[in-house]
């Protein structure tokens, strides 16, 4: 066989080992993607134009991170922020639209607290997917609701499921560095129904419809 034929063999060859590699690589990105988010990596890509964005989104939120100060609260915030929590929610039965909004404005001065930035909700959400993928879900619907409060548009059930919702979330952002829910067993909650999303549903991890709004939150010190 000619020479040129041998190169051609070579080349060919060797475009299709460098084909292979890629396609390894992409997949193996995309199963760590699939594991670090969840049902945020399902959302992502259901709402973006195609799985490469979807993908190029999640890892840009993985670097935004990285450049972010994000630290645990000390043990004296932790438990000022837990009891400000029960006496909020030991308001709910009378004062139910009044506790969820303050349970949004708590929720709110723990993330600022914690170093995340607060100037859109949008973003602030896709950073909190980092470290919190698994209750990200659980924060939208509530602050949704939320904003529904805010103009009179919710009913004492959309509150109570908002004021679970927003628990889940201050509940992970209460522990320790390195010990929130990705790490933790799930707690066996019922997931919520408002509203029904039509990507894959998260697992019900920090949803709670069955539990009492005036159980005590939990901090560092039950852990």
């Avoid at 837990?82 to 009044?98: G, K, Y």
């Avoid at 509203?195 to 709004?213: C, E, K, N």
Wanted: proline share 7%; hydrophobic share 40%.
């Amino acid at each position: 066989m000619a020479t040129w034929a041998w190169i051609l063999i070579a080349v060919a060859i060797a475009v299709v080992v460098v084909a292979l590699v890629m396609m390894a690589m992409q997949q193996r990105r995309t199963t760590m993607l699939r594991q670090r988010f969840g049902a945020e990596y399902e959302r992502t890509v259901h709402e973006g134009t195609n799985r490469r964005t979807a993908e190029a989104d999640l890892r840009s939120r993985q670097k935004q991170r990285k450049r972010l100060d994000i630290r645990p609260l000390s043990e004296p915030a932790r438990g000022r922020f837990a009891n400000e929590w029960r006496q909020l929610q030991e308001r709910f039965v009378d004062q139910p639209t009044t506790t969820v909004l303050a349970a949004d404005e708590l929720v709110y001065r723990v993330m600022a607290e914690r170093g995340y930035p607060m100037e859109n909700f949008d973003e602030q959400a896709k950073l909190i997917s980092v470290d919190h993928p698994s209750v990200v879900e659980n924060y939208r619907v509530a602050h949704g609701i939320c904003e529904q409060a805010r103009s009179e548009r919710a009913d004492t059930e959309d509150l109570r499921t908002a004021l679970l919702r927003y628990r889940s979330l201050f509940d992970d952002l209460l522990q320790p560095q390195g010990d929130t829910a990705e790490r933790r067993p799930a707690p066996d909650y019922p997931a919520a129904d408002y509203p029904a999303p039509d990507y894959p549903a998260p697992a019900d991890r920090g949803v709670d419809r069955g539990v009492d709004p005036n159980a005590e939150p939990r901090h560092a010190a039950d852990t």
